[in-house]
């Protein structure tokens, strides 16, 4: 498989760093958790967009674009990746904010990835939970094309088959470290979201024949329907590669039953995953997307779902610029703290 084919413009860090987690194995006493960090993929802060953006962004300016459009929830990961790719590439970018949480919190409408959408001169405006986002880009890009814009639209966390490539490439990436340390991954954890993420890693373990499972750890749609989007994906994905039927529906596994109330809201143990994660280890996660899927694979490693000895790394998809958004539902662990 040879990705060189596509156009790409290199801007992340790359290879990111695979670690392992000493004190939150021991303090599970379960497999050996190692993590692969693409919340350090530069870009902002980071995150798993920045592999998705190079793929997305070289092709919008392959077709002549000096406008991109895109969009996510108000805290979008997405959303502020990309109003920070297109400041680099000097195009201009338009964000639609969908409010699928209804939250009124200030600091959720205005801190954390709103501020830094802006800071990074994006414009954004508000939609409604529910609205048909993609039709709504659709109406933006026909209002800028009459005044003579040459818009690009990027959907809902760069999920079509060209942001997949980013982590078809992440797979080969993943891979090569093991090779080259001699580790054997028993097991491989993310949170999927839109899909392009897990679509992307399954389509590349697959097609080299890795042998790791891939599990996703869903933070909106029920299983069945999270599953087949993934798959979908990844069919169109493989297309796009020349190799079709790489990847079959018995590849794509996803557990949600950590979503909780809906996209966006954190429960219980979305929180107690991000103090693990930040007092054991000393790495932030997020309340929407890597806490949910920390909190499932520390979920499954207490119900003994992988063995002792085995090694299970956890893909850190970043997010941690969301918590400046979320700082309300810390104040009842921080009171105990300020002394
Ligand atoms: C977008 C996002 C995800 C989900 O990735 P998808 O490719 O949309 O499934 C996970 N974690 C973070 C921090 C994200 O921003």
Not at 22 to 31: A, V
Request: glycine share 12%; charged share 20%.
């Amino acid at each position: 498989m040879h990705l060189a084919r596509f156009p790409r413009i290199f801007l992340a860090h790359l290879p990111t760093p695979l670690e392992r987690l000493d004190r939150l194995s021991k303090e599970l006493g379960g497999p050996e958790i190692w993590i692969k960090r693409d919340d350090c993929t530069g870009l902002s802060t980071g995150g798993n967009k920045t592999r998705k953006l190079e793929f997305l962004m070289a092709e919008a300016l392959a077709q002549g674009a000096d406008t991109v459009i895109t969009q996510g929830a108000t805290q979008s990961n997405h959303a502020r990746q990309t109003a920070a790719f297109a400041a680099k590439l000097g195009v201009a970018c338009h964000i639609l904010l969908e409010d699928r949480t209804g939250s009124n919190d200030s600091n959720y409408n205005t801190n954390g990835n709103v501020l830094l959408d802006h800071l990074h001169g994006a414009t954004t405006s508000r939609r409604a939970g529910g609205v048909d986002m993609p039709a709504e880009m659709e109406l933006l890009a026909d209002r800028l094309r009459g005044d003579g814009r040459k818009p690009y639209i990027i959907p809902g966390g760069g999920s079509n088959p060209t942001g997949a490539l980013g982590y078809v490439n992440c797979a080969f990436e993943l891979v090569a470290q093991a090779n080259d340390r001699g580790l054997v991954i028993d097991h491989l954890v993310t949170a999927t979201g839109s899909a392009g993420t897990q679509a992307g890693l399954i389509t590349g373990l697959k097609a080299m024949n890795a042998g790791i499972p891939l599990l996703g750890i869903g933070v909106r749609a029920p299983k069945e329907k999270q599953e087949e989007n993934v798959f979908a994906l990844a069919q169109r994905t493989a297309e796009k590669l020349g190799c079709p039927t790489v990847v079959s529906r018995g590849d794509v596994v996803a557990d949600c039953s950590y979503v909780g109330a809906g996209y966006g809201i954190p429960r219980a143990d979305t929180l107690e995953a991000i103090a693990m994660f930040a007092q054991l280890e000393g790495i932030l996660l997020d309340p929407v997307y890597s806490g949910k899927g920390a909190a499932g694979l520390i979920d499954l490693v207490r119900k003994g779902h992988f063995s002792k000895g085995q090694r299970v790394v956890f893909l850190h998809t970043g997010g941690a610029a969301g918590l400046f958004g979320y700082d309300a539902i810390f104040a009842e662990e921080r009171k105990a703290l300020v002394v």
